[in-house]
């Protein structure tokens, strides 16, 4: 999304929520104010697996009824082909999804791949249990470009707590030695995020979440520990207690967000873990096909109007009560 369209949204929000006699107009005003259209997607998802070797407490895994498995590469090569041809419109390629994607022995290979054909942004988000030394060289080797770390909880008791079946030692030294391989190689890939889920702005045990990791990232490369509050995957959890609430926001994905599972469906947003909603199948059909589909038309219309009554899964979604 643009800078430009970015402030008007902001903008928009602002006089939304001003209770004035401009509550219809500012609802005029909202409702006409789009993301621009753009007829690639400017941020693309690949799950290279939906395993995972973790039961995290946040996160719906237990509620998956679809099977699990890794993206072939036959597959995998198709699509980012697809994507180098408009690799000046896609920012970002995401390889993973609903899974844990060092798990996919194929994984420096995509990295490559894509590196190699011009991809500008490769990104994973990794629990870092299975960031060995060898890993670590492998995917810095890639030409990986930034890797978020979901860390959540601060001590050992939190985080074995909430990343169920990982240890808190083992990630830790993981995410030393990995940032120790990456200074000897004198690499400034991939920058590290840090993240910290927590719920209501709270953590429980420590005051300043990523103290752990103070000392140990390189802020300078672009390194850095983020919060982020808990969201209710759709309607996987319910963190965020919402049938009370009205909608009263535009969600943006369906303006930048292509998000594909590792079977070639292609869903609508990173929330569908379980793969209810099918936006089309890239065994059949290229991306841009699907983008620009009329299927695709449709839920952008019934966004702007924030309507979302066709959209079970959108009707539960906590992301659209805020502002
Ligand atoms: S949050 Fe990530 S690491 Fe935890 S179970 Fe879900 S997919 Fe696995
Ligand atoms: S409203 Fe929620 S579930 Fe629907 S596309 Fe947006 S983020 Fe996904």
């Known amino acids: ?115 190699s054909l011009g991809i500008k942004e490769t990104h994973i988000i990794t629990n870092a249990s299975l960031l060995t030394s060898e890993k670590s060289k492998q995917i810095i080797e890639a030409g990986l470009d930034s890797m978020r770390i979901s860390f959540y909880g601060t001590s050992e008791n939190e985080y074995n707590i909430i990343m169920k079946g990982l240890n808190f030692a083992t990630t830790f030294e993981n995410v030393k030695t990995f940032l120790k391989i990456r200074r000897d190689l004198k690499k400034n890939n991939p920058r590290i995020q840090i993240n910290h889920a927590v719920r209501g702005g709270k953590t429980s045990e420590l005051k300043k979440p990523g103290m752990i990791f103070d000392d140990l990232i390189d802020r300078k490369i672009g390194d850095t520990i983020v919060t982020t509050y808990l969201h209710n995957y759709g309607e996987g959890r319910d963190y965020n207690h919402i049938p009370s609430k009205k909608i009263i926001s535009l969600c943006r994905r369906p303006w930048y967000l292509f998000q594909i599972r590792y079977d070639g469906k292609v869903g609508l947003c990173c929330f569908d873990y379980d793969g209810n909603q099918v936006m089309g199948d890239l065994n059949r059909n290229s991306i841009e096909d699907i983008w620009n589909s009329q299927d695709f038309a449709r839920v952008r219309l019934d966004f702007k109007s924030l309507n979302y009554q066709h959209h079970a899964l959108c009707l539960r979604c906590d992301q659209l009560r805020r502002s």
Not at 52 to 64: F, G, M, V
Request: charged content about 25%.
């Open 1 to 115: 999304m643009s800078q430009q369209s970015e402030n008007l949204l902001r903008l928009s929000r602002r006089v939304r929520n001003r209770p004035c006699l401009f509550k219809n107009y500012a609802f005029y005003f909202y409702s006409k104010l789009l993301p621009p259209y753009i007829n690639f997607p400017l941020e693309i998802r690949i799950e290279n697996t939906n395993c995972c070797n973790a039961c995290c407490l946040i996160c719906p895994r237990e509620k998956l009824t679809r099977a699990l498995g890794y993206m072939e590469f036959g597959l995998y090569e198709k699509i980012i082909r697809e994507v180098s041809k408009f690799r000046y419109k896609t920012q970002s390629v995401h390889l993973h999804g609903f899974g844990e994607p060092l798990l996919d022995g194929m994984l420096p290979e995509r990295i490559k791949l894509a590196k």
